[in-house]
C-alpha cells in the first residue's frame, strides 16, 4: 500500500464536541520565540524581508517599493488539496480544505504594527478586502477568519509583523455563538443596542466609527472597534470608516504600548460575509499570560475592569 502523504485533517473530539484541526508540517515552521538572540538573527533569514521575495509566492505588492504584500501561507492551517478522509459514527473527521494568506504588514522587521503610518493602515485595510473577497471567491469557503497575532504569549510564531487571512469552509465556534445571541435576541443587532449602554465606556468615536471597552471584558484592555453602519464584512467598508478604523486601531495600540508597555495581543475580524446579524467589529485582546486552566474551563479571569482601563486611557496622552 502507497503511503498518502499527510495533508492535515480536523477530526471532532467526543469529549467536548471541540474540532481540533491537526495541521501538515507546521512543525517545520521557522519560530522565532525562543530568544532574543534568534529573533535578530532571522531577520538576516526572515522571507518576510526585502530581496526574500522569492521564497514565497506573492499575489500583490502595494506601492513601490513594496510597503504591503500579500501572498500564499507557506505553512497553512488550511489548504486547497483536499484531503482523503473517511468517518464513522464515532470517529469524526473532516476535510481540512481552506484558503491561507499571509499579507506582510510592513516591510521592516524590527517596525511595530502601531508605528505603521495611519495611511498605510487604510491601505492594509483595503487589502486584507482583497484578500477576503479573494478567499469568497471560491465558493467553498464560508467564512474567513482575519487576525493578528502580536507577540510571544498571542500564539504568533514569527517576530515581523504579518496578517492571516484564513478560509474554512465552516463557519467557526465564535461566530456561531455570536449570531445564536443576536438570534436569541429577537434578530436585534447586539453591538447597536450595547452602544447606546456603554457611554462610560467609550475610547473614541467620530460620525463614523466607535471603540469601547466592552462591559465584560474578557482581557485586560480588551477593546472593540467596530463601524456605526451595520455591515457583515470588510469588503462593504467605505473609504471614511476605514480612515477612522485606521486611526482607533493606531492610537489604541499605541496607547495599550503606554499604559502597559511592551505586551503581546490579538487582533481579530469578526465578520461574516452575506450575514444580516452580525455587524463587523475588530477586537483587540491584550495578552498577558498564556491560557491556564481556568480558562480552559471557559471561564475568563480579568484584573482589570474595563472602566479602569477607560481612565488610563483617558489620562494617557
Ligand atoms: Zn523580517
Ligand atoms: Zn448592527
Keep these: 500500500m502507497s503511503e498518502i502523504p499527510f495533508k492535515g485533517e480536523i477530526r471532532r473530539d467526543y469529549i467536548t464536541g471541540s474540532d481540533v484541526v491537526f495541521t501538515f508540517s507546521r512543525d517545520k515552521r521557522p519560530k522565532d520565540f525562543r530568544s532574543e538572540e534568534i529573533m535578530y538573527r532571522n531577520a538576516e533569514n526572515c522571507p518576510f524581508e526585502y530581496g526574500n521575495e522569492n521564497l514565497n509566492t506573492t499575489i500583490k ?26 468517518s464513522s459514527d464515532f470517529f469524526k473527521k473532516y476535510i481540512n480544505y ?24 487604510q491601505k492594509w485595510f483595503n487589502l486584507i478586502a482583497d484578500a477576503e473577497k479573494l478567499a469568497y471567491s471560491d465558493k467553498k469557503i464560508e467564512q474567513v477568519y482575519t487576525f493578528r497575532n502580536s507577540g510571544s504569549i498571542s500564539g504568533g510564531s514569527l517576530y515581523h509583523p504579518h ?5 474554512f469552509t465552516f463557519i467557526l465556534p465564535i461566530i456561531k455563538q455570536e449570531i445564536e445571541i443576536i438570534k436569541n435576541n429577537h434578530g436585534k443587532c447586539i453591538l447597536e443596542g450595547a452602544l447606546k449602554k456603554e457611554k462610560e465606556r467609550v475610547l473614541m468615536e467620530d460620525n463614523n466609527a466607535v471603540a469601547f471597552a466592552p462591559y465584560g471584558s474578557r482581557f485586560r484592555g480588551h477593546s472593540i472597534i467596530m463601524p456605526k453602519r451595520h455591515i457583515d464584512y470588510v469588503g462593504k467598508l467605505e473609504e471614511n470608516e476605514i480612515k477612522s478604523l485606521s486611526r482607533f486601531i493606531k492610537t489604541i495600540l499605541e496607547k495599550n504600548q503606554k499604559i502597559f508597555g511592551n505586551h503581546s495581543y490579538n487582533l481579530i475580524f469578526h465578520e461574516l460575509k452575506d450575514n444580516k446579524e452580525l455587524h463587523f467589529y475588530v477586537e483587540i485582546t491584550p495578552r498577558f499570560s498564556n491560557f491556564g486552566a481556568m480558562e480552559l474551563s471557559g471561564l475568563y479571569l480579568n484584573s482589570l475592569r474595563p472602566e479602569e482601563y477607560v481612565q488610563r486611557f483617558n489620562e494617557t496622552h
Excluded at 61 to 86: A, C, Q, S
Excluded at 98 to 121: A, N, W
Design 163 to 167: 496578517t492571516q487571512v484564513i478560509g
Design 61 to 86: 505588492f502595494v506601492d513601490k517599493p513594496w510597503k504591503l504584500r500579500l501572498m500564499y501561507n507557506k505553512y497553512p492551517i488550511v489548504n486547497e488539496e483536499l484531503t482523503p478522509h473517511e
Design 98 to 121: 481552506g484558503r491561507s494568506y499571509v499579507i506582510v504588514d510592513t516591510p521592516y522587521h524590527l517596525q511595530k504594527f502601531h508605528e505603521i503610518e495611519e495611511s498605510m493602515l
